[in-house]
């Protein structure tokens, strides 16, 4: 398997697609990698050892598709008490009374 097979296949197995390499003027490189809808993008530096290089991609390629997750996903509605204050349905005590808002 190739080095850019592994990186694609890294990649793919976050959830993610491994776009190209990017070569700059001073000789440095990215992986460019993105979303699968392309909401988000970002380029991974290449360093000189391929096992960091496939870690650091893979976990890039976990934080673009958790990012894009929290993103896209549908607002809260409701919330329960539990949410709201934790383990009790009790407010604790300490919170101060709120006026309510006016629209």
Excluded at 17 to 24: E, L
Excluded at 56 to 67: D, L, M, N
């Amino acid at each position: 398997m190739s080095n850019v097979e592994q990186f694609e296949k890294a990649v793919a197995d976050a959830g993610a697609v491994a776009m190209r390499i990017m070569r700059r003027p001073d000789g440095s490189e990215r992986l460019v990698i993105q979303t699968l809808g392309g909401l988000i993008t970002r380029e991974v530096p290449l360093r000189g050892d391929l096992g960091q290089n496939v870690q650091a991609a893979t976990t890039s390629a976990k934080e673009i598709v958790a990012s894009a997750r929290y993103l896209t996903s549908p607002p809260a509605r409701n919330l329960t008490s539990r949410t709201i204050f934790g383990r009790s349905a009790e407010p604790p005590e300490s919170l101060p009374s709120r006026p309510a808002r006016r629209p």
